[in-house]
């Protein structure tokens, strides 16, 4: 059994993925969270607008600060089955990583006699982590010298800094832009872009950092009337390199690697209405995951290491709705639906990246102290909407009829869900 294990497994490793809607945080504080992330064509609070459309900033005719923390949990679980002459054995592990923190803070500068309006953000825009420990009934889990690949870990987040300019064109149009700065860090254990030794198995990755730099564009209308429209464009955030320094299980050294990984673009379009105690977001969201560095390639290299992701552009739908009827105290509700990025047969390659959720549920509410302090909060509740699966797949399957070595009669599959407790306060300088 342990020869066959080997036979299946050795040269398999996962890329570590971390997301939530693929790659994406779905919304950015409290407040925008809680409206599902809907804030193109609805900038009813600077960290939406910030985010999703900088032409929303000019909505804001006063300066208005804004900090939000939030506690992020996880629940993934990872299967997985491989052939033996005894038949099928299967197994389950639970991540154990626990609590992640989530941070966001802006500012806006707007007057209300003035056509220009400016804004400065720091927000975690992608972070995330999975914690795999070493488990001898999971074939994936169990022990690199047996053949599985022991503890999966990974850990990684990226912050993104953005300087925002809006104008308005006329008392219904405006457009803005930002141009975005961006850190990124990755650790991975076992780290599937290095090649294995034949005998010490797959290295581990020391925490690595990449800074990478993009730009985003928009649109937005007020029709006064109650409609409004908005559109953007991100801009592919383009990182350099992960400079990974490498050692095995026991110590020595081994040959570092470096790797590439992009942020995607992102086109979103929305459309809004406001009128007394409502407020209703709708937006779309493209993600071109497609043309991205580092999601683009798939399969293994000649070397037994992960080529890449092979993920597919996906779409997002957010909605929200406030209301205001109940004095100082406003409610809200949101929904996101993000499709899966991961094509079936590919699926193996992100194992652990078990943060597709597919149905995102937000209820929040704010508390007017004054006029110019807000405390907003947020409850989320994020599921995968079932399991993500595909076949195990090993270079040494490769032929010319199975392009990616997959395994007959062997399968992996992840699913999971997020809980999301988040407090932020939006301060007015009137």
Do not use: C
């Amino acid at each position: 059994m342990k020869k066959l294990l080997v036979l299946v497994i050795t040269g398999i490793i996962p890329i570590i993925a971390i997301s939530q809607s693929g790659h994406i945080m779905q919304g950015i504080g409290a407040f925008n969270m809680s409206m599902g992330g809907a804030a193109t064509a609805q900038p009813l609070d600077i960290n939406g607008a910030l985010h999703w459309n900088p032409a929303g900033i000019a909505a804001f005719d006063s300066k208005v600060f804004s900090a939000n923390a939030g506690l992020f949990f996880s629940s993934p679980e990872l299967s997985s089955t491989v052939p033996t002459p005894s038949g099928p054995f299967s197994g389950v592990t639970k991540d154990d990583k626990g609590i992640s923190i989530m941070p966001a803070i802006a500012m806006v500068w707007g007057k209300k006699d003035s056509r220009h309006t400016f804004g400065v953000h720091a927000f975690g825009v992608s972070g995330f982590g999975v914690t795999f420990p070493e488990n001898n009934s999971n074939p994936i889990n169990m022990p690199q010298n047996q053949g599985g690949f022991g503890r999966i870990e990974s850990n990684y987040m990226l912050m993104q800094i953005g300087f925002t300019y809006a104008y308005e064109l006329s008392e219904k149009f405006s457009i803005g832009l930002a141009p975005t700065f961006n850190y990124s860090a990755l650790e991975l254990a076992p780290n599937p872009l290095a090649s294995p030794n034949m005998e010490k198995g797959y290295p581990i990755a020391d925490n690595a950092s990449a800074l990478g730099f993009g730009g985003q564009v928009g649109v937005f209308y007020n029709s006064g009337m109650g409609i409004k429209l908005g559109a953007s464009y991100k801009t592919q955030q383009r990182f350099k390199e992960f400079e990974f320094e490498n050692s095995y299980l026991d110590g020595t050294a081994a040959p570092g690697v470096n790797f590439k990984m992009n942020y995607p673009a992102i086109l979103s379009a929305g459309i809004g209405y406001s009128k007394k105690e409502i407020d209703f977001a709708l937006d779309y969201r493209y993600v071109d995951y497609k043309n991205t560095e580092g999601f683009e390639a798939s399969g293994w290299t000649q070397t037994a290491s992960v080529a890449g992701f092979g993920w597919k552009s996906m779409s997002i739908v957010s909605a929200g709705l406030q209301y205001k009827g109940l004095d100082k105290f406003p409610l809200r509700v949101g929904y996101t639906y993000s499709s899966n990025p991961i094509d079936e047969k590919l699926a193996f390659f992100s194992t652990p990246a078990t943060a597709i959720i597919k149905h995102g549920f937000q209820l929040g509410f704010g508390v007017e102290f004054n006029q110019r302090l807000t405390l907003n909060a947020v409850y989320h509740h994020g599921t995968s909407g079932g399991a993500t699966r595909g076949m195990l797949l090993s270079p040494m399957m490769i032929s010319e009829s199975n392009q990616y070595g997959a395994i007959n009669g062997s399968e992996v599959s992840y699913k999971m869900t997020t809980d999301l407790l988040m407090f932020g306060i939006n301060y007015s300088f009137k």
